[in-house]
Each structure stands twice: as C-alpha cells, then as structure tokens.
C-alpha cells in the first residue's frame, strides 16, 4: 500500500458525460500528479499540483480539468466523454515538487470505462 | 524533450534465471533520474528502483540492480533469481531534476513471463 488512495476504483460511463475522479496524497506530500494510461498512448502525465498551484501540464485535454484543494487532496474532472478517454487513471504523489529526486508514489488507479 | 525507449515488448524468462529488460533514454538535460516501475495484472504501479545521472554506482535494491552506462543512455533492468511473482509489465521512466516539474516519462513497458 503506497499510502495514496483513488476513488472510485471504477467508472462505467456514457460518451458526452462528466466524471470527477479523486485523489488523497500521502500524508506529508505536498505535490500530486495525474497520469492517464491507455492501451494506444501508453502512460502519459497529464498535471502536477503542489501544494495548491499548478506546477506543471502536459498532454492534457481541454476537456480535462484538475485542481489541488487546501487539504492537499486532488480531483480530475473529465468533461464531453468520449471513448478514446477509455484508460486506467494514475495519481501519485511526492513529498516535494522534485527540484531534486523524491519518489512519486502511485495510487492504484481509477479504470475509466466510457461506452 | 525527454524519451525512453524499451525495445522489447515481451520477454520470457525461466524461474530462478536471470533476466535483463533493456531501456534507453534521451534527454539534454544532464540532471536526471531513471526509475523501473514493476506493474502486474492487478494494475498498481510499484516503484522498484532508482538511478541518478551523478551517481557512479550502479543502484541495486533487493534482486534488482540498474546497468547504467550514460555515454550509451541505457539503464538496464537486471533481475537475478526470477520468481514467478516477477511476472508483470516493467515501466522505465525518466524525470528531469533540479527543476519545479516533477513530470516523469515513460517507456511503452515490457512484459515480463517468468516460467516455471
């Protein structure tokens, strides 16, 4: 158990619907990142938080969103669903925002299913 | 940009053999860090081991080592003694340093079988 806990573990959903998705750091970590791995694109990151702001994107949708509330908890919203955004999705989290190592701790994904 | 390379999609082994699971990696940047990623079928990502780009050792946990040989931009996996609990997917990963992004890169994986 890597201390970072995902809900829900599992999401059924049509095409053009919303979704949030959940995300609790380890105690004591103040960055969160999100990933999105699918069959086509492999594992890609999407954004980092640190402690409230936005640190860094990457190939992130317009569609998706994700923000980093004071409690340090994170949410990944998913908005006009469609189903290439079929995928598992990753938060992981680190003590720092990695201006030298600091491992990143996985949760255990939520698997997005969009029919 | 950063890229990481795993050439080998999928990978037999026989238990109690060692395995290597080959990854390469470019980058600029001459601060960085390589790290393996052990994934099974129930889908958690499990950290495994970590590599520096100043390090002059080799990194070594466990029955994991890093073959980390920089001119070549290769970082290795090697597994000794394969169990067959090592069965799963290897992610090798790549993170810039001393930098405000903690954004890691990664691999396309390889699947690892081990055989009884």
């Known amino acids: 158990d890597s201390g970072v806990t995902q809900t829900p573990k599992h999401l059924i959903t049509a095409t053009g619907q919303r979704v949030t998705l959940r995300c609790s750091p380890r105690?004591?970590?103040?960055?969160v990142y999100w990933y999105q791995q699918s069959l086509d694109q492999g594992l890609q990151f999407l954004i980092q938080?640190?402690?409230?702001?936005?640190?860094a994107k990457g190939n992130i949708l317009e569609r998706f969103s994700a923000q980093q509330f004071p409690d340090l908890h994170s949410e990944l919203n998913l908005s006009s669903l469609e189903l290439g955004d079929s995928a598992l999705y990753f938060c992981?989290?680190?003590?720092?925002?990695?201006?030298?190592?600091?491992?990143?701790?996985f949760g255990p994904g939520t698997r997005l299913t969009v029919l | 940009a950063q890229k990481i390379t795993q050439t080998q999609p999928g990978m037999f082994v026989q238990e109690k053999e060692a395995v290597t699971l080959d990854c390469t990696y470019d980058t600029s940047d001459q601060s960085y860090g390589l790290f393996w990623y052990k994934q099974p079928s129930s889908g958690e990502m499990i950290f495994l081991i970590y590599q520096g780009s100043y390090d002059e050792q080799n990194a070594t946990e466990g029955r994991y080592s890093l073959n980390f040989q920089k001119a070549r931009k290769s970082a290795n996996l090697v597994i000794s003694a394969s169990q067959l609990g090592d069965s799963a997917m290897y992610f090798c990963?790549?993170?810039?340093?001393?930098?405000?992004?903690?954004?890691?890169?990664f691999g396309d994986g390889t699947t690892l079988t081990v055989k009884p």
């Open positions: 938080y640190y402690n409230g702001e936005e640190r």
């Open positions: 990963a790549m993170r810039v340093l001393n930098t405000n992004a903690g954004k890691s890169t």
């Open positions: 992981a989290s680190s003590v720092a925002s990695d201006s030298s190592y600091n491992e990143q701790f």
């Open positions: 105690s004591g970590d103040l960055s």
